[in-house]
């Protein structure tokens, strides 16, 4: 079946640095989303990004449909950021997750 | 806006325990979903359902009953609950369009504790 591999598994950053997330899946998907999970909360979805590069706030989602893998950059981290940034892909109904990289931001 | 309600938030259990939990939406969204995350892992798919009376299998389903009542609730059922588990059961739901689905939302998630 599907696989969604993400690295890197951990991240510490300074405030104001920027993060890059990286998403690998193993076979086409006709829908991809990022979603952030807040320490100890609920997913919420970020942006879903099938193809090409989407833009919201600090937030670029580069999707790479050809070479099956997706990235997530965060600018200008804040502590706020902090938490846990999941990448779901879906062929059919069903979404498939990978892992996740757990943000951790500084002040 | 629409919400997605999972109850109990918390749920305590006994080995061998049958246990339910509980999740609605008034999105009116087709497809509903029932998700298992552990600690430090991502979501595993136990059930899911297309429509109204529709059941599909996820990876994680042995161990697991599902019901979809009507297409504003989906409950699912731990069938025996095994000593020392805990996870957090994920509830979500999407509209459809054409053959895939859409954006997933999610609830709050149902916290299991087996004793």
């Known amino acids: 079946g599907q696989q969604v591999q993400q690295s890197p598994a951990s991240l510490v950053l300074q405030e104001g640095e920027n993060a890059e997330l990286q998403c690998n899946f193993s076979s086409t998907a006709t829908q991809l989303q990022w979603f952030y999970q807040s320490p100890g909360g609920s997913l919420v979805s970020l942006l879903s990004?099938?193809?090409g590069t989407k833009h919201t706030g600090r937030l670029t989602s580069t999707t790479v449909t050809k070479e099956r893998r997706s990235s997530l950059h965060i600018s200008s981290s804040q502590t706020t950021d902090s938490g846990t940034y999941l990448c779901a892909i879906t062929g059919n109904y069903k979404y498939v997750f990978g892992a996740g990289t757990r943000l951790k931001v500084i002040a | 806006g629409g919400i997605i309600t999972q109850t109990p938030k918390f749920l305590i259990g006994q080995e061998g325990q049958k246990l339910t939990l509980k999740c609605q939406q008034n999105?009116?969204?087709?497809?509903m979903y029932w998700y298992r995350q552990d600690s430090g892992k991502g979501l595993r798919l136990i059930y899911y359902?297309?429509?109204?009376?529709?059941?599909q299998k996820g990876d994680l389903s042995e161990g697991y009953d599902a019901s979809r009542e009507k297409k504003s609730s989906f409950s699912l059922t731990v069938t025996s609950a095994q000593k020392n588990e805990m996870a957090v059961f994920l509830c979500?739901?999407?509209?459809?369009?054409?053959?895939?689905?859409?954006?997933?939302?999610f609830g709050s998630g149902t916290r299991l504790t087996v004793l």
């Open positions: 979500a739901s999407s509209i459809n369009w054409g053959s895939s689905a859409e954006t997933l939302y």
């Open positions: 999105f009116n969204h087709d497809t």
């Open positions: 990004n099938p193809s």
């Open positions: 359902s297309i429509t109204e009376n529709d059941l």
